[in-house]
């Protein structure tokens, strides 16, 4: 049972709905600034990383710079929504842009092809510094997340319909679906950009881990029926169906649609109407004579 600070921190279902849909969620000078001022000297340094599946406690033990950062209310509310308790670390990394530096990164997702249907893992950007349109930042395209991709098999595209850059003041959080497409700018700023990156892998069912307070708000629907804007409105209803099947699996109710296009493929009927049988033996048949 949640505390309650701790409820009051998790996301809304609106907020989910908004995640199913886009494959983000930011949280806007979310980081203190005494923080941020820390974190420069942390991330210059580096993070030692760990091996792929090493359990939260472990590789960020209380008392860590990291943790710290995991442990801001609003942040561990978010995580604890998206993937549930004790996640496991994938992978993390310190990307610095230095001024005037780097390249426009290819467009790409982070992983190969991954073909699990519903679960996800989730990316959690964190901006010690405030990142402007100058300095690159980081590029996405929101919706994508759900049409899955081997990593950099999307990569000699450029400059789609409703992709954005980041820009956000010092102290952001930013999590991310694993799968949405995305890519680092080239800094013509003359300022380094920082970012730390951890993908967080779930060790429990992602079902109704936020607070659900607001699950029937008419806010959660609209969400959920927002077209990409990169999307035809065929296009769109496609990505409606996928995000109709992630919130079913996500609140665990298998009535949820949108426009019935789920129930639509749930009519398979199993009755066999009276004769049908001779008719096709029938049927059959003749189509045997008529090819002979």
């Known amino acids: 049972m949640e505390s309650t600070m701790e409820r009051k921190h998790l996301l809304t279902s609106v907020d989910m709905a908004r995640f199913v849909a886009t ?11 005494a923080v941020n001022e820390r974190a420069l000297a942390v991330l210059d340094e580096g993070i030692p990383g760990h091996p792929y599946g090493t359990p939260l406690e472990t590789a960020y033990p209380a008392g860590s710079f990291v943790r710290e950062l995991l442990d801001i209310p609003a942040v561990a509310g978010a995580l604890r929504s998206l ?3 004790d996640p496991r670390i994938d992978h993390h990394h310190v990307h610095i842009r230095p001024a005037h530096g780097g390249e426009a990164q290819h467009m790409h997702a982070d992983a190969v092809l991954d073909t699990r249907e519903t679960a ?5 950007m964190y901006y010690p510094r405030a990142v402007t349109l100058e300095q690159g930042g980081t590029l996405s395209v929101p919706g994508t997340h759900l049409r899955r991709i081997n990593e950099s098999g999307i990569g000699r595209y450029q400059n789609l319909v409703g992709q954005t850059r980041l820009v956000c003041p010092a102290g952001t959080v930013v999590f991310l679906h694993h799968g949405i497409w995305h890519g680092g700018r080239r800094n013509d700023s ?16 992602q079902l109704r881990l ?10 959660v629907l609209e969400a959920l029926q927002a077209p990409p804007r990169w999307a035809s409105s065929a296009e769109g209803r496609l990505e409606q169906i996928k ?4 919130w079913r699996a996500l609140t665990g109710d298998d009535m949820f649609d949108i426009d019935y296009y789920l129930t639509r493929e749930t009519i398979t009927p199993t009755f066999v109407a009276p004769g049908a049988t001779d008719q096709r033996l029938g049927f059959a048949g003749r189509g045997a004579g008529w090819n002979q």
């Open 23 to 33: 494959g983000s969620i930011a949280l806007e000078s979310v980081v203190p600034e």
């Open 83 to 85: 993937v549930g308790p």
């Open 120 to 124: 996800f893992d989730v990316q959690f």
């Open 190 to 205: 003359d300022e380094p950009r920082y970012m730390f990156k951890i993908r967080f892998n779930p060790t429990v069912r």
């Open 210 to 219: 936020w607070n659900t307070d607001d699950i029937d708000s008419p806010e």
């Open 243 to 246: 995000r109709a099947k992630l």
